[in-house]
């Protein structure tokens, strides 16, 4: 039978499934190199939809591919027939303390799962590098690890049990069973195949122990192995089967998994070696002492990474981290001695305090990001980046990867998980050159064939095979073994209907590489979803970060066609922070918005354009803010304005429960009339919300920078042009620009209250031309936010410590001010003030769902996206949330609703103590 989408969206409900030209493009890649088109996504918010998808991909033939955060770099998570979307499979289920284990479902992201966990004490212990943005079920396909796999073990040593549907339309619980177990005789009965499986093993024991990998971890083929040393201990773990399998022998929709103790104190120490030769050495001296983790890189990855950014030593030719979890000072005191032998390029560097850690972490995880922006059309192509051997050899492997690339003329970072002999490796390709796809095609060859040949070690330590090594697991284990694993699949899935050309294939690796997107700058790594806030509620691709860059930028590209996605980002520009190939997805979408500019949007800025009739209207409506602002004249108002509101989007409306800004009768520069025609160096650019909205931020900012000796003066402005770029009108923005840089010219430097501003005026360099690009750079290089102004260039008149408790106050980091590089100084200043205890809430970092006019645009998905900033600020036990924006002080204050106060930075700067009674 064919594919029939009315079939299935009948079987699943329309809701449930995707399949228009923009969830297709993006679902039909992941962070590898393929792009394979599936045909629809359904997105699986249950058993049962799990269930009717799976009776339907049954009666129609149709291929299953299980995804959730689309981080893999094998291929595994693209399939041509349904991919199941299970991010909205989401919650910790149950957390069992005594007995140290917890029940996952398989969409939670890792990150997110371990900081649930943390306010227990506890972690999940695997750690792969993608964790801020890949998810449990992806780490249960691939066995993902991580640095500290060299203690605590990669994800099947830390899985009790998995709740698993299988292609028989099944439910079983994976785990292990005694064999004489009554619910295993049960489980054998219902599923027949069990019994054949079973006999398979014992049949070909001894073929099966025969060719294990002698390596420390390992993820390449079906885990026969711990299945055969299971049945000569009476057991049967089945779980361990399933644990690494990819999705291609069943669907997972639950975890059991073990909880271990976060560590109270950790260390880390930074070392950096003559000799490439000693490290093997050093890391066998240095394994007694039971680190956490212990990574390294090559010289070639510390030339790319940059050697004089990072201070690293121009002799070094390799570098090791050691990281100890238990004991740490003493084992410190320990690797000291243990390493004097050595030829080091630079004293141990060690840190006790995370901040300090996290600098020595630095170089290493800035590799992936550099490697990124190594050259515009080389890039990291992931191919052979997995590889296993003995700890001991990780050397040796490393010198013959050196010769290698070096022959062939082909840049490349080597870097991993040393004690474990996992290594990473990186070269820097452009595959649409056919010279360089052919050294991609006979470097891979070779490297899986030596490493099996003379290393004796495996394919892949975490990532999975999928597609890019399906091909050469027949030639690490031989025919004999892979014919068993062909026979387990079939077993499993008769129909081949579970991610089919996954692990089990001999198609070649260069089958489905998308050469297309190669071609583009994004990694496709995913760590834009991480931050995306329209992911965080949406919980699919075409809602996300990353499947926007690759909608906007597909050359069947139509507003027609991707309206939704191009109206649906909330120009956080939180992608723009952490993308490590520095791509600002939401300018894409803007400038996708600057074709369709929204209609009713630009009758309203036409009207600010006339600033006597517009101010005048605003104080018409603060006047008369008493009589409409109210149950009645709410329900009046919203109802008139709705056809206005669905011109802005479909969603759009003004909420009853809405707490709407207070409008000022007298705006900003009437209450200050002498500051318009100061002469002051200093300039304060109020922005529209400060000006016109009784908010008191405005003032704060005047008064606080008066207190510290600074009069700012207030010249002619217009909007700094955020919200105008919003709906797409990109000539009126210039035309602002133009008029902001030649007012604020004069001045030395030009102080904001707003984050949207202080971003904006920032970055007017991108929206006008070459020819005024150099005007708006010195404009750039003059503007800084209040925080940042009150926390460098002045000193901060120290307050008086207040006679009564402190309060304890958290901060929300506004988006577009964290995208300015304005990140510490809120924090600082909220640090050392006397009268306030900081906290650091969860999420600080996160988009809180304003947006502007997003709350109004769309305020349902508003709320979803402020629900997690909620419970951050109720978890830090916060009385006040301080924040550096207005905007964010009216969505913060509407999802509080009183419960928290809301202050801008400057007005808790500007408090004075209050006298007691």
């Not at 064919?2 to 993006?26: M, R, V, Y």
């Not at 360099?765 to 070459?770: A, R, V």
């Not at 408790?805 to 003030?833: E, I, M």
Request: charged share 25%; with cysteine.
């Amino acid at each position: 039978m064919a594919f029939d989408l009315k079939k299935l969206q009948q079987t699943l409900g329309t809701a449930k499934i995707l399949s228009d030209p923009p969830a297709i493009t993006a679902y039909s890649i992941d962070a590898s190199i393929y792009k394979v088109v599936p045909q629809a996504v359904a997105v699986i918010e249950s058993r049962d939809d799990l269930e009717k998808v799976l009776h339907y991909a049954k009666e129609h033939r149709v291929p299953l591919t299980a995804r959730s955060g689309g981080t893999n770099l094998t291929g595994n998570a693209v399939g041509e027939g349904i991919i199941l979307e299970f991010s909205h499979l989401n919650q910790i289920l149950e957390v069992n303390e005594q007995a140290r284990w917890a029940r996952v479902q398989p969409g939670i992201v890792f990150a997110e799962l371990n900081k649930r966990l943390a306010r227990r004490g506890w972690m999940f212990a695997p750690d792969p590098s993608s964790g801020d943005m890949c998810k449990l079920g992806g780490m249960l396909g691939n066995n993902a690890a991580g640095p500290h796999t060299l203690k605590y073990g990669a994800t099947r040593d830390n899985v009790l049990e998995m709740e698993v549907l299988l292609s028989n339309g099944h439910w079983i619980t994976a785990k292990e069973y005694r064999l004489d177990d009554p619910h295993f005789q049960k489980l054998l009965v219902e599923n027949p195949f069990l019994k054949d499986l079973i006999e398979l093993i014992r049949r070909n024991s001894d073929l099966i122990q025969s060719k294990r990998p002698k390596v420390s971890k390992n993820s390449s083929g079906y885990n026969l192995f711990d299945l055969a040393d299971g049945l000569a201990r009476g057991v049967f773990p089945l779980h361990q089967l399933l644990i690494g399998s990819e999705g291609t022998l069943g669907l997972a929709v639950e975890a059991k998994i073990k909880l271990v103790p976060k560590p109270a104190e950790t260390a880390t120490a930074l070392i950096y070696f003559d000799r490439l030769s000693e490290i093997g050495d050093a890391v066998n001296a240095l394994l007694p002492l039971a680190p956490s983790a212990l990574e390294m890189m090559d010289a070639n990855s510390l030339d790319l990474v940059g050697r004089a950014r990072f201070g690293i030593p121009k002799q070094a030719a390799a570098m090791l981290l050691v990281e100890f979890d238990a004991s740490p000072r003493a084992k410190m005191e320990a690797v000291h001695r243990a390493i004097a032998q050595y030829h080091l390029s630079a004293p141990m560097t060690e840190a006790f305090d995370p901040e300090n850690q996290a600098e020595l972490w630095r170089v290493r995880k800035a590799m992936y990001p550099t490697l990124y922006n190594y050259d515009a059309k080389k890039k990291p192509i992931n191919f052979a980046d997995d590889v296993v051997v003995a700890a001991d050899r990780i050397p040796e492997l490393i010198a013959y990867l050196d010769r290698l690339f070096s022959e062939k003329g082909v840049a490349v970072a080597i870097y991993g998980h040393i004690g474990n002999g996992n290594a990473h490796i990186n070269p820097l390709l452009n595959v649409n050159d056919p010279v360089d796809f052919e050294k991609m095609v006979a470097l891979s060859h070779e490297i899986h064939q030596t490493v099996i040949d003379r290393f004796g070690g495996s394919l892949c330590g975490e990532h999975g095979d999928g597609r890019v090594r399906a091909e050469f697991v027949k030639d690490l284990y031989g025919p004999e073994l892979y014919t068993l694993f062909k026979r387990v699949k079939t077993l499993f899935d008769p129909k081949y209907l579970l991610n089919p050309g996954v692990k089990i294939s001999e198609t070649p690796f260069t089958e489905k590489i998308d050469l297309e997107r190669l071609a583009k700058q994004c990694a496709t790594c995913g760590k834009c979803n991480s931050v995306c806030p329209v992911y965080d509620v949406a919980g699919e691709e075409s809602n996300a970060a990353r499947g926007w860059f690759h909608i906007v930028t597909a050359p069947d590209y139509t507003y027609e066609k991707s309206s939704r996605i191009v109206e649906a980002c909330v120009n956080c520009k939180s992608c723009r922070t952490v993308c490590p190939a520095g791509i600002d997805v939401s300018e894409l979408i803007l400038k996708k918005r600057e074709e369709h500019p929204n209609p009713v949007a630009g009758m309203a800025f036409r009207l600010q354009s006339k600033r006597s009739l517009f101010e005048g209207l605003l104080k018409l409506s603060a006047w008369t803010q008493p009589i409409w602002d109210n149950r009645i004249g709410r329900f009046f108002i919203e109802h008139l304005t709705r056809p206005v509101l669905r011109g802005l989007a479909p969603t759009a409306r003004i909420p009853s429960d809405m707490t709407l800004p207070k409008l000022a009768k007298r705006h900003l520069r009437e209450r200050y009339p002498a500051l318009t025609e100061s002469d002051s160096p200093i300039a304060y650019f109020h922005g529209c919300a400060a000006d016109y909205f009784d908010d008191g931020v405005g003032d704060a900012v005047i008064e606080v920078l008066k207190k510290n000796g600074v009069e700012a003066a207030l010249p002619p402005q217009r909007c700094s042009g955020t919200p105008i770029q919003t709906y797409g009108w990109i000539d009126r923005v210039r035309e602002n620009a133009r008029f902001n840089i030649a007012s604020l010219e004069r001045f030395e430097k030009v102080v904001t209250g707003c984050a949207s501003c202080t971003f904006m005026l920032k970055d007017y360099e991108s929206i006008l031309p070459p020819d005024e690009q150099e005007e708006a750079k010195r404009l750039a290089a003059k503007v800084v936010h209040i925080s940042e102004f009150l926390a460098g260039t002045v000193p901060v008149k120290e307050m008086p410590s207040s006679s009564g408790k402190k309060k304890k106050v958290t901060y929300h980091s506004s988006c577009h001010l964290r995208a300015a590089g304005v990140s510490k100084p809120p924090r600082d200043l909220l640090r050392r003030n006397p009268n306030f205890e900081f906290v650091e809430m969860a999420d600080a970092d996160r988009c809180a769902g304003g947006a502007g006019t997003f709350c109004v645009k769309n305020p349902k998905q508003s709320a979803a996206i402020f629900e997690r900033k909620r419970r951050g600020i109720e978890e830090s036990g916060a009385e006040i949330v301080a924040t550096s924006c207005p905007a964010c002080m009216i969505q913060l204050q509407n999802g509080l609703k009183g419960k928290v106060e809301v202050k801008h930075i400057a007005q808790l700067m500007n408090e004075e103590e209050k006298p007691d009674g």
